[in-house]
């Protein structure tokens, strides 16, 4: 199967989907990843006292040894407006990522909820703009299978960063697939948020590995799973 993960900043891929994608690739899957920004805009740059750009190439390289680290059949980094998503016209953006898609010919696309996990606006366009893309180019008969939209499940508890409620959640109803983790998998999630040395006092402060803990969730679009498959490839043909 071909999988294509499409996120809006470096490290959205290690904050959790990145254990998946070890799996699916020890087991022989082409795993791809388009990343639409290179997260220049992050507060650590100040830290650094460097520019968006010079923090932007930074990421990229951080994201290079992410690619060498998951074994990534391919990674593609873009260079729109980090934290400026919401402020652009969408059309552009959505004429881009139908033109990867075509060429990649994907089974599977990866993009966030709705809600984006966090609430982050770059989030929440990535979402919109991925599900219109997966909608129209199926509607021409590319075969795009499924879509899967990562999330996180309400616990009924409210989960805090930073002093602040960021995450986002969706019901047990909504989720479809629960991946459940093996060491292997979560030992590839710690390495490849380990190549963000930049970033490793947000990693730690975040504590997303403990927040992952033994599962990853997904919602599917169109579908419904009840109780949640266990394999977000289950019942899907390779079309390539």
């Avoid at 920004?37 to 990229?60: F, P, Y």
């Avoid at 909820?113 to 770059?122: C, I, L, N, Q, R």
């Avoid at 710690?190 to 947000?202: E, I, N, P, S, V």
């Avoid at 803990?213 to 390539?240: R, V």
Wanted: glycine content about 8%; overall charge negative.
């Amino acid at each position: 199967m071909r999988i294509l993960y499409i996120f809006p900043h470096p490290d959205d891929e290690s904050f959790g989907p990145a254990a998946v994608m070890h799996r699916q690739r020890e087991q022989g899957h082409e795993v791809h990843l388009l990343t639409l920004t290179r997260g220049g805009a992050t507060k650590v740059r100040h830290e650094l006292g460097l520019s968006v750009a010079e923090m932007g190439e930074v990421r990229l390289e951080e994201m290079r040894a992410v690619e060498r680290t998951l074994d990534l059949t391919s990674m593609t980094v873009w260079d729109y407006e980090d934290s400026g998503l919401k402020n652009m016209d969408p059309r552009p953006l959505e004429l881009a990522i139908a033109a990867y898609v075509r060429q990649l010919r994907p089974d599977v696309l990866v993009t966030y909820a709705v809600h984006g996990v966090s609430g982050f606006h770059d989030h929440l366009v990535a979402h919109a703009v991925v599900k219109r893309v997966f909608l129209e180019l199926r509607d021409e008969g590319l075969p795009l299978q499924r879509l899967a939209m990562l999330t996180v499940p309400d616990s009924g508890e409210a989960t805090f960063i930073d002093g602040r409620i960021r995450l986002k959640h969706s019901t047990e109803k909504e989720i479809d697939c629960s991946v459940p983790l093996r060491g292997g998998d979560i030992d590839a999630m710690k390495r490849a948020l380990g190549c963000y040395a930049t970033y490793q006092d947000t990693i730690e402060d975040s504590g997303v590995v403990e927040k992952v803990g033994s599962e990853l969730h997904f919602e599917f679009f169109g579908e419904s799973f009840s109780p949640p498959i266990t394999d977000m490839l289950h019942g899907l043909t390779a079309a390539n």
